[in-house]
């Protein structure tokens, strides 16, 4: 069965560098969710998107930012990337809105900004 | 704002117990619940999903159950084995996202 595929797996940048993630969530999926795990830490919610509208907000910096497209995938757009920006980063996807859905998770991006 | 905690934070035992990891939220308005397990800088993946009118849902040798009106889910594992050695994350569903708790890091030796 088709899972979250996300994309680049590995990403190294410089500090002040921009760093660009893409989530392409499961087939029939309408949304789309962000979160943000740094070492040895519980996974931190940054955003997530209904229908290619946001729908919520976590714990985003102002230097991030994300949209979902008209194919349902969505992008992470990290700017004047700081040391703290490096973790895992997972997109998850889940069938209906308000909580009631299953949520999957791809397998990370891991961001290591040096 | 939902709180997650989990205990324990890690736990080790032998191959072959039966163990149960704890979890519990202080905002009973769920709308469900979900634990997943994380290998070692891997993703995440889904073990069960309990839905907020549910008591307990089973897969193969894990159990969780929720008791929404206490705010406590458990996960039951039988018979451990030690590819069941992993971190365990309890996730409590609210209206738009999940609220991850720190989970329970597990090693089941041979």
């Known amino acids: 069965a088709a899972g979250v595929i996300q994309s680049p797996r590995h990403l190294i940048k410089e500090k002040r560098e921009t760093a660009t993630l893409k989530c392409y969530p499961i087939p029939r999926h309408d949304t789309v969710y962000w979160y943000q795990q740094g070492p040895g830490q519980d996974p931190q919610f940054l955003i997530s998107f209904y229908e290619k509208m946001q729908s919520d907000k976590g714990s985003i910096p102002d230097r991030f930012s994300a949209q979902q497209f008209s194919d349902y995938h969505s992008e992470l757009n990290m700017s004047s990337l700081e040391l703290g920006d490096s973790a895992l980063y997972f997109c998850?996807?889940?069938?209906?809105?308000?909580?009631?859905?299953?949520?999957?998770f791809g397998e990370g991006s891991r961001l290591t900004v040096l | 704002k939902q709180e997650v905690t989990q205990i324990p934070a890690a736990l080790s035992v032998p191959e072959g117990e039966n163990l149960v990891l704890n979890c519990s939220f202080t905002d009973s308005a769920i709308y469900n619940l979900q634990w997943f397990r994380q290998d070692p800088g891997k993703g995440l993946t889904s073990l069960l999903l309990i839905q907020s009118s549910q008591r307990e849902q089973t897969s193969g040798r894990l159990n969780a159950s929720l008791d929404k009106s206490s705010g406590r889910s458990t996960l039951y594992i039988a018979a451990s084995q030690p590819g069941d050695s992993a971190t365990y994350l309890c996730?409590?569903?609210?209206?738009?996202?999940?609220?991850f708790g720190k989970g329970t890091m597990l090693l089941v030796s041979p």
């Open positions: 998850a996807s889940s069938l209906s809105y308000a909580g009631t859905g299953e949520l999957f």
């Open positions: 996730a409590v569903g609210g209206y738009s996202t999940l609220t």
